[in-house]
């Protein structure tokens, strides 16, 4: 089978790593890719949002799986205009992309489909906005409608932050049209983790349990990123709460979706917050999350390629999805600034020494080949991972492997884990 993959950082690289695997799978292309896939895959010369390019890709070689990584070719409708084509495609249509591109329309389908999220009100003019902020006071969070790479989340500690906030997304427009629309809403506590499930419309099944690491620096300082770090599985999802979840989030979604008229097919994924009233909804993403892909499929025993069919076919429910028991763990190396402006083209070394230990493998983020050297080309430059018996040993593995790899400005966090391990309660208990 030949197979196409869209999209280029680490969780591009783990999704060719375990498609590889798959007895099936005779060829794996991936748009753009970066110089790590390209060890595994054949690269090609096109952007994630070139669809029409892309379809022609996949028609002139007969492509017969084509994966989406990246949430801004679903939202634009990379998965209608395949199925327009009559190609195979692993993600959801646009509508059911609307899910992660609109938190608005996530808001009222949740609030239409009694799902549980956290108290919201909608704005388009900042005054209006700035009333109801001082009416309500600090905390609150503020949030633009639209795909914001993660960057458009002002969790505001006081009310000048909060307008301070509005000011940025609906008078200065930064975000632009991602921005006209916002979200001012309750501040939740808890403890916060990641249920993804594979769908085809009418099954969920969830996948084990993920955690990553958004702030930038040790003990969740500094700005938010897309994802410093992960591990799997998270303690504080345990079976009654994940059946709870199941129950009262991701079966309700996709069946609410469904009286919409929209079927989706691919993955959800529910960002939650666990508070003392239960798990409440703080996002939905409509793929694998990046980091949380690289730790999740490293324990996905299952050919991921009979998976993905199933869901294209709509053949879900009988499928039977089995998991390794180890844990896995993932430290993401940064090039010095980001998630602010950063420089690329610092060259790396000690990659070699980290692949050859084992239960470690180096996914990468944004990397590239230049002459006989590799050189950093992204913000997230190498999600370096490893799996073993507990989080710990896992974890250890990592950091080896991390403590081989140079490159100029390398920035990477120290306390990966670190809420798992003082939890102590690491058991198989947790999945
Ligand atoms: P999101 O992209 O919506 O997941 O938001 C990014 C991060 O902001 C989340 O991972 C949370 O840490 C935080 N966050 C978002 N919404 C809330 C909320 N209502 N209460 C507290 N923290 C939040
Ligand atoms: N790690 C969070 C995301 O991929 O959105």
Redesign the pocket.
């Known amino acids: 089978m030949r197979i196409l993959i869209v999209g280029s950082g680490g969780r591009e690289h783990a999704l060719a790593w375990k498609l590889k695997q798959s007895p099936r799978v005779s060829q794996i292309y991936c748009a753009p890719g970066n110089a790590g896939i390209a060890e595994i895959a054949q690269c090609i010369n096109i952007n994630v949002e070139e669809i029409e390019r892309l379809v022609g890709f996949a028609r002139e070689h007969q492509i017969e799986l084509t994966v989406v990584g990246p949430e801004a070719p679903l939202a634009a409708g990379i998965v209608d205009a395949f199925n327009g084509a009559g190609l195979p495609i692993f993600g959801p249509v646009k509508a059911a992309a609307r899910l992660e591109a609109s938190?608005i329309f996530a808001k009222e389908l949740m609030r239409k489909y009694q799902i549980p999220?956290?108290e919201?009100r909608t704005f388009t003019e900042a005054e209006q906005a700035m009333a109801y902020i001082r009416s309500k006071g600090a905390?609150l969070?503020v949030?633009a409608d639209g795909l914001a790479s993660?960057k458009?989340?002002v969790?505001a500690k006081t009310v000048a932050e909060a307008e301070e906030a509005v000011r940025r997304m609906l008078v200065a427009a930064e975000f632009g049209p991602a921005g006209a629309r916002i979200i001012v809403?309750?501040?939740?506590?808890g403890e916060?983790v990641s249920v993804l499930a594979f769908t085809d419309g009418t099954t969920v099944i969830p996948m084990v349990s993920a955690q990553d690491h958004?702030a930038v620096y040790d003990q969740d300082q500094g700005p938010?990123t897309g994802g410093m770090g992960a591990y799997s599985p998270a303690p504080v999802l345990t079976p009654e709460l994940l059946q709870q979840v199941e129950r009262e989030v991701l079966q309700p979604t996709i069946a609410g979706l469904r009286q919409e008229g929209i079927i989706y097919q691919g993955i959800l994924y529910a960002?939650l917050?666990i508070t003392a009233e239960g798990p409440?909804v703080?996002?939905y993403n409509v793929r694998f999350g990046d980091p949380e892909c690289q730790v999740i499929l490293p324990r996905l025993e299952s050919d991921l390629v009979e998976i993905m069919l199933a869901v294209i076919n709509r053949k879900l429910a009988g499928q039977t999805i089995t998991w390794h028991e180890h844990h896995a763990a993932c430290v993401v190396m940064t090039s010095a600034g980001y998630p602010g402006p950063y420089q690329q083209g610092k060259i790396i070394t000690g990659l070699a020494e980290a692949a050859a230990l084992p239960e470690v493998y180096v996914f990468h983020g944004g990397t590239s080949a230049h002459g006989s050297h590799l050189v950093t080309a992204g913000g997230r430059v190498l999600a370096v991972t490893a799996w073993g018996k507990t989080l710990e040993a896992a974890l250890n593995k990592a950091y080896q492997g991390v403590s081989t790899i140079k490159f100029d400005g390398a920035h990477y966090r120290t306390d990966i884990g670190h809420r798992a391990i003082k939890a102590g309660a690491i058991s198989l208990a947790s999945r």
Not at 185 to 189: D, Q, S, V, W
């Open positions: 938190k999220t956290a919201s905390p969070v949030k993660g458009g989340v969790v809403e309750e501040f939740l506590t916060e958004k938010n960002g917050m409440k703080l996002e």
